[in-house]
Every structure is written in structure tokens, then in C-alpha cells.
């Protein structure tokens, strides 16, 4: 099957190659020009629409950088064949404000809905989560530090200790840091916002993955940021040329961009994978336009066995920072995040200073010695496993079930599928019916600033186990069989 979305496609702006490029876009979407098929040449394009040649080219550039089309030597530029794990995303545009259906509350308190399979919210089932060890762990923390623990505040910047085991976990994956450059937050989004907090201010402009998380979008809404969407790809993530425009956008329409955030290693919701060559054609390029990278790391314990372990910032740059966390691995619950801000340290700590004070320092010993034991490394490596073979239970089933126009983006790592429906059908409707079914999904305009993906769905086999799968197919294709 075929990896597809929905999407605003090139163009956007104001420019004359701009208009070429939205009016190309347009006639791409009706199907006047269908995949594989050859676009008019530069010479027919200005002809036919009056401007000049490089105006031409400049837009079916456009159209390249949104992944609607490609040049091929001595023959012309044609339509983008969808290929197999690939989904088109929207270039980068005009830069704009965050606009979301009021639905992740929702989403998260799925799982807790008596008769409701949770494919929604994005989180590790019971049977992955080290309960047995971690109760244990507490119990010990408790006997031996218990007056510590419980009777004194944490340091601002979060238990030595915890930080010491997150240093040593990073040097695994090809980061080397000392635990002073590492502050503990309250789960991988707090060092999101922290992040955004450190680099923005109210109408700046950032730079983000197209489909996003929603938890970033919510992020960036809450600042009053506007956005910049970069195209995504299912097998190989953001690509440096979707980097570069997004940079042109940032720098023609609204100001240079004040940040970057970026998913490499297991992008959310698509599970791609960026490239070594590319991660680092996209730090020197960041790097030479002076815009901070902000990395969200939440799923990179989750890559491909052939995929690089190492996260975009241990890649040779500019300033950067990393957040992360244990939450899809150790539990959600115990909200357990980090982040390495770099050179903004001292006011990433005073900011968190400002809010909390402190983190709870029973959660941060327990983690601080589940990691120290291991564990974490072999829990990521059942998990990884775990995840690929319901992934592949699930794509089995859907190509069974699933009307044939339905089309998959296979993915890299992760817990997360990207699937989208027939043409005609709205996945906000598809979700509704789906519940009505006793089925949790995510439609795709949750992750788009301007509700972009209206046919597309996430799907989560992090809260399903593989025997469960083949019945959540079944109540998915009951869903969408309701339009048809």
C-alpha cells in the first residue's frame, strides 16, 4: 500500500512564482496533472502564464520543495509518483497561526473508557510497563532515603543522580554530555515549552514538522507563535530541501525564523527516520542561518534496528536543544523529562525555577535507579520489537478490511500508524462513528495548524495488544463502512 495525505501543497505566497506554483498545486489536486505525468516545460509555463523563465523554474521548485514534483535530466519535470511509505505534506508557505479541534483532553482519557479500544492517545500499554520492578524500586528508595526523599525539595535542575543516568543513556545513543548541562522536567512536553520559552516571544515564527505532534501545535498556539510547516516523509523524515524552504519562508514573510522543532530519529505521527547524511546536511544548514534546532526526542528510544541511534544534536552545528523523556517507555504516569538547552541553561533552570521550584524526588530516585540497572535499554529493546510486530498485525489487517483506496504510510519505528481514507471521506466523521463502534482514533486535522489531513487517522498499537488487533480492524472498517 501507499503512503498518501492531504495537504495546502506549494505556493501560498504572495510572489509571482508564488501564484504559478499554487495555481500548479491546484490543477495537481483536480487531477489535470495525474502521477508520472510530464508538467508543461519552463519555456510553455512562461509562455502560457506571462512571466519570465526563471520565475518558472522557481515554481516548479516550489513544488518540488512541497513533494508534488520532481526533474528528471533531458526530460522535464514531472508529477511526484506516490511511492510506497511516502506521504506528500504541504511545503513550506506563508507563515501562520495555530488553529485546533478542542480534542486532546479527550484523546488522552481514552483509554480509561470502559469498553473503548484506546488507538488514540499515543501511550504503552500495562503489559510493556515494568510495574512489578518499579514497585519494588520505590519500596527501596523509600526504606533507604525515605526522609530525604520526602522531607526536603530537589535540586531546581532535577536529583543529581537522575541526572547522571540520563548523561549515560545519551552517551549510548552518541550524545555526550556532562549532567550539569541536564535539567529534569515534568515529562518531554514541559521541555518543549521550556524550550520554546527560552528562544520566543509572542508572533515569532517556528519551524514545524508537517503532520506535527498536536502536543507541540498545542505548544505553540499557547504562545501565540506562528508556524512554518515542513514537508514530512514516512521512510526518511523532514528532508533538508523542506528545511531550506522553510528557512526562504521564514526570511520572506514575517521575519527569520526564531527555532526549529524537529522529531529525526522516530517522527510522530509518521515514524520516519531522517538519514545520517541528511541530519547532517540539515545542522549546517540551521547552523549557517543561525536558528536554533529544538529536538523532541519522545519516541527516539523506538528507532529501526538499521536506523542511526543518535539524535540530530550530537551531529556536528549550531545551538540546539534536546527534550526527551521516559514516558513511552517507563510510564507516562511518572512524568519523567529532560532537556539539554545548550547555552540557554541558566534561563531554561530559572524558568522552571519560577514554576515548580522542584520535581517530586521520589519519581526522579526511582527512575534515577531503573536506569542505572539497565533496565531501561532492555525494556526499549522488547518494546521496539513489540511495536513492529503489531504494526505489522495492523497493516495485514487493513489491507483485508479496508476499502482498497485506502492507503497506508508504513513506518520506520514507533508505536504509530498514518492511514488515509477514500476520497470523500472526513476522518473527523470517521472518528466520531469509530467511537460509536467502541474504537479511539486520532483524525488528521489534530495535526495540522490549519486542519490540514481532513482525510487522514493515527492509529496507536501502543494500548492494543496483537490479540486485540484483528477486532479494532474490524470496528474501523464498521466506521468508515457507515459513509459508504
Known amino acids: 500500500m501507499v503512503g498518501l495525505s492531504g495537504g495546502d501543497g506549494a505556493g501560498g505566497g504572495d510572489t509571482v ?51 508534488l514534483a520532481e526533474p528528471r535530466p533531458r526530460s522535464g519535470w514531472f508529477v511526484r509518483g506516490a511511492r510506497a511509505g511516502v506521504t506528500p505534506q504541504p511545503g513550506a508557505g506563508r507563515p501562520q497561526a495555530v488553529a485546533l479541534p478542542a480534542l486532546a483532553r479527550q484523546i488522552l482519557g481514552d483509554r480509561h473508557q470502559p469498553g473503548l479500544m484506546a488507538m488514540g492517545a ?58 550539569d548541562e541536564i535539567i529534569i522536567t515534568n515529562g518531554c512536553m514541559e521541555a518543549l515549552d521550556l524550550a520554546l520559552a527560552a528562544v520566543t516571544a509572542p508572533g515569532a515564527v517556528v519551524a514545524v514538522e508537517s503532520p506535527a505532534y498536536y502536543g507541540v501545535l498545542l505548544a505553540l498556539a499557547g504562545r501565540g507563535l506562528r508556524v512554518v510547516e515542513l514537508a514530512a516523509d514516512s521512510q526518511t523524515g523532514v528532508s533538508p530541501a523542506a528545511v531550506r524552504a522553510a528557512l526562504r519562508a521564514g526570511d520572506g514573510a514575517g521575519g527569520r525564523l526564531a527555532a526549529c522543532i524537529l522529531s529525526p530519529a522516530v517522527h510522530n505521527p509518521l515514524g520516519g527516520s531522517v538519514p545520517v547524511a541528511a541530519r547532517q546536511e540539515i545542522r549546517r544548514d540551521l547552523a549557517g542561518a543561525g536558528v536554533p534546532l529544538i529536538e523532541d526526542d519522545c519516541f527516539g528510544f523506538f528507532h529501526g534496528p538499521l536506523a542511526d541511534p543518535r539524535p540530530l544534536l550530537a551531529f556536528a552545528g549550531g545551538d540546539g536543544m534536546l527534550c526527551g523523556s521516559v514516558s513511552k517507555t517507563v510510564g507516562p504516569g511518572l512524568r519523567i523529562g529532560w532537556i539539554v538547552p545548550g547555552r540557554w541553561y541558566e534561563e531554561v533552570v530559572q524558568i522552571s525555577f519560577r ?48 476499502p482498497q483506496e485506502t492507503t497506508v504510510a508504513e513506518p520506520q519505528g514507533g508505536m504509530n500508524l498514518w492511514l488515509t481514507l477514500p476520497q470523500g471521506l472526513e476522518a473527523m466523521a470517521v472518528m466520531t462513528a469509530a467511537r460509536r463502534h467502541g474504537l ?32 479494532a480492524v474490524r470496528r474501523l472498517a464498521a466506521a468508515v463502512a457507515d459513509f459508504r
Not at 27 to 49: K, M, Q, W, Y
Not at 132 to 161: I, V
Not at 366 to 391: K, M, N, P, Q, W
Not at 443 to 470: K, T
Open 122 to 179: 499515543a501511550l504503552p500499554g500495562p503489559d510493556l510497563l515494568p510495574i512489578t520492578t518499579l514497585s519494588r524500586l520505590h519500596a527501596t528508595a523509600l526504606r533507604q532515603s525515605g526522609n530525604d526523599l520526602l522531607g526536603r525539595y530537589s535540586d531546581p535542575a532535577g536529583d543529581p543522580a537522575l541526572r547522571r543516568a540520563v548523561a549515560r543513556m545519551l552517551e549510548d545513543r552518541g550524545l555526550h554530555r556532562s549532567p
Open 355 to 402: 514554576r515548580h521550584l522542584s520535581h517530586p524526588s521520589p519519581a526522579q530516585a526511582v527512575i534515577a535507579r531503573f536506569l542505572d540497572s539497565g533496565g531501561h535499554a532492555r525494556l526499549a529493546r522488547r518494546a521496539v520489537a513489540e511495536y513492529t510486530r503489531r504494526i505489522d498485525l495492523l497493516i495485514a489487517g487493513l489491507r483485508r478490511h479496508m
Open 17 to 67: 512564482a508564488d501564484r504559478l506554483a499554487a495555481s500548479l498545486t491546484a490543477r495537481i489536486r483536480e487531477g489535470v496533472f495525474r502521477p508520472g505525468d510530464r508538467l508543461p516545460s519552463v519555456r510553455v509555463l512562461a509562455r502560457a502564464e506571462g512571466v519570465n523563465p526563471q520565475t518558472a523554474v522557481r515554481a516548479l521548485q516550489m513544488l518540488e520543495d512541497a513533494g
Open 440 to 471: 479511539s482514533v486520532v483524525p488528521g486535522p489534530l495535526f495540522s495548524p490549519v486542519g490540514g489531513f481532513a482525510s487522514s487517522l493515527r492509529l496507536s498499537v501502543g494500548s492494543v495488544g496483537p490479540e486485540q488487533i484483528p477486532e
